[in-house]
């Protein structure tokens, strides 16, 4: 079992067993997506008949369900503390947690604002946004980027300014947003 595979599983574990967010060490998600590359391209190159081929391929499988499921579990851990309004300790985030946070936190407060013109008998402002559009946005990165979990589950990056990727439409906004990428225009 490899140093990376046994951080995660360790990771995961404690997250299970625990109601509170638990720290991850800074930069946890990058050495991640660095790790599932990595063991992705080497059950790419293996015989996979093989013992070792199998063995591979059954860590690789463990990985990316682990990861999938210890970014859920730590995504709706930060949902519920801030609906119940508890505080969470910034060093449990990870980066890309805190930018989650943060995005939760604005969408929390123009509903709540909402709300409360409703209650005082005024009809609330809605934002007539379209709903997301299915299927993945092409963007071009302006700064450095570290790995970042899409809306998809699945990791992407980490990213280098002037790289152009395609994410999933909702993180590609999302980036397009806060001045980290453009949208590059593709055309038909």
């Known amino acids: 079992m490899t140093e990376r595979y046994s951080r995660l599983?360790?990771?995961?574990?404690?997250?299970?067993?625990?109601?509170?967010?638990?720290?991850?060490?800074?930069?946890?998600?990058?050495?991640?997506?660095?790790?599932?590359?990595?063991?992705?391209?080497?059950?790419?190159?293996?015989?996979?008949g093989s013992l070792k081929g199998r063995i591979?391929?059954?860590e690789r499988e463990n990985a990316e369900r682990m990861l999938g499921e210890l970014s859920r579990l730590r995504m709706r851990k930060i949902v519920e503390a801030e609906l119940d309004?508890?505080?969470?300790?910034?060093?449990a985030?990870?980066?890309?947690?805190?930018?989650?946070?943060?995005?939760?936190?604005?969408?929390?407060?123009?509903?709540?604002?909402?709300l409360k013109s409703i209650l005082k008998g005024r009809v609330p402002q809605v934002d007539a946004k379209p709903p997301p559009e299915p299927g993945?946005?092409?963007?071009?990165?302006?700064?450095a980027v570290p790995a970042i979990m899409g809306i998809?589950?699945?990791?992407?990056?980490?990213?280098?300014?002037?790289?152009?990727?395609?994410?999933?439409?909702?993180?590609?906004?999302?980036?397009?947003?806060?001045?980290?990428?453009?949208e590059v225009e593709i055309p038909e």
């Open 9 to 48: 599983l360790d990771a995961w574990r404690m997250e299970r067993q625990s109601r509170d967010l638990r720290p991850l060490q800074e930069g946890f998600y990058t050495d991640m997506t660095r790790y599932i590359s990595e063991i992705r391209e080497e059950t790419r190159m293996i015989d996979k």
């Open 56 to 58: 591979t391929e059954k």
């Open 85 to 91: 309004r508890v505080a969470i300790v910034g060093s």
């Open 93 to 114: 985030l990870t980066q890309e947690e805190r930018g989650f946070l943060s995005d939760l936190r604005g969408l929390f407060s123009s509903h709540e604002a909402k």
């Open 136 to 143: 993945l946005k092409v963007i071009r990165f302006l700064q």
């Open 152 to 182: 998809d589950m699945k990791t992407y990056g980490p990213f280098q300014p002037e790289d152009v990727v395609s994410l999933p439409v909702e993180n590609a906004e999302n980036l397009i947003r806060r001045g980290i990428a453009k």
